[in-house]
């Protein structure tokens, strides 16, 4: 009972109302208390500051990714544009390889069209003998043109009309196996022309390969 005390209370009457027992406050109490206080201090310091590195730990992160990201694009980048580049060298070395293919091609086509219409026009071969001609001077003497046996008849009906339109007062045609239909060859003593159809494809088709060439 050496810790304890009585405290006594008076009625109004002046009597002894009652009697309790009033134990102090330990110091051992006390301290706990105190220590229980700082340490959740400490705790919300903590806290905040585990705050603060987490959100600078995600910012440092979402940096380095982004900057990690941006390195893969353009690697990514840098790996297509060699692509494209190896597209275009293969396409290029491509078609300089078959050109010449394509060009024969579209000639072997042309031919078989320009045939197809000599045989329904027979008139196809006044159109190339008076092209031709308009090359050849009026001072020119004698003119012979050698014209395809299918064409022979259609050339001499032709004929007065030509030297009309050329101006040439003398001038030969001739029927010659080895001219195809719808194309001539005129021989004067100043030199040739040649005006065969077969000789007029190719320069198509040559023409078509410089061009082409000069633009691959």
């Given at each position: 009972?050496?810790?304890?005390?009585?405290?006594?209370?008076?009625?109004?009457?002046?009597?002894?109302?009652?009697?309790?027992?009033?134990?102090?406050?330990?110091?051992?109490?006390?301290?706990?208390?105190?220590?229980?206080?700082?340490?959740?201090?400490?705790?919300?310091?903590?806290?905040?500051?585990?705050?603060?590195?987490?959100?600078?730990?995600?910012?440092?992160?979402?940096?380095?990714?982004?900057?990690?990201?941006?390195?893969?694009?353009?690697?990514?980048?840098?790996?297509?544009?060699?692509?494209?580049?190896?597209?275009?060298?293969?396409?290029?070395?491509?078609?300089?390889?078959?050109?010449?293919?394509?060009?024969?091609?579209?000639?072997?086509?042309?031919?078989?069209?320009?045939?197809?219409?000599?045989?329904?026009?027979?008139?196809?071969?006044?159109?190339?003998?008076?092209?031709?001609?308009?090359?050849?001077?009026?001072?020119?003497?004698?003119?012979?043109?050698?014209?395809?046996?299918?064409?022979?008849?259609?050339?001499?009906?032709?004929?007065?009309?030509?030297?009309e339109q050329s101006g040439l007062k003398n001038i030969v045609i001739e029927p010659q196996q080895a001219i195809s239909p719808g194309g001539c060859y005129i021989e004067m003593r100043t030199g040739e022309i040649d005006?065969?159809?077969?000789?007029?494809?190719?320069?198509?088709?040559?023409?078509?390969?410089?061009?082409?060439?000069?633009?691959?």
């Amino acid at each position: 009972m050496s810790e304890e005390r009585v405290e006594k209370k008076l009625s109004p009457k002046g009597g002894l109302d009652s009697v309790r027992l009033y134990e102090p406050v330990r110091f051992e109490e006390g301290r706990d208390k105190a220590a229980s206080g700082k340490g959740l201090k400490k705790g919300e310091g903590s806290g905040e500051l585990e705050k603060e590195g987490y959100e600078k730990g995600y910012a440092e992160g979402y940096d380095k990714g982004v900057k990690d990201g941006e390195k893969e694009t353009a690697a990514k980048l840098k790996r297509l544009e060699g692509i494209i580049k190896e597209i275009e060298g293969y396409k290029e070395k491509k078609v300089n390889e078959l050109l010449p293919q394509f060009i024969d091609l579209s000639m072997e086509i042309a031919k078989k069209i320009v045939h197809k219409e000599i045989e329904l026009d027979k008139d196809v071969i006044t159109h190339i003998a008076r092209d031709a001609v308009k090359r050849i001077e009026e001072s020119v003497e004698e003119v012979i043109i050698k014209v395809s046996p299918a064409d022979y008849e259609v050339m001499r009906a032709y004929l007065n009309e030509l030297k009309e339109q050329s101006g040439l007062k003398n001038i030969v045609i001739e029927p010659q196996q080895a001219i195809s239909p719808g194309g001539c060859y005129i021989e004067m003593r100043t030199g040739e022309i040649d005006a065969r159809i077969e000789e007029q494809i190719k320069e198509i088709g040559d023409a078509v390969g410089t061009a082409t060439n000069s633009e691959v």
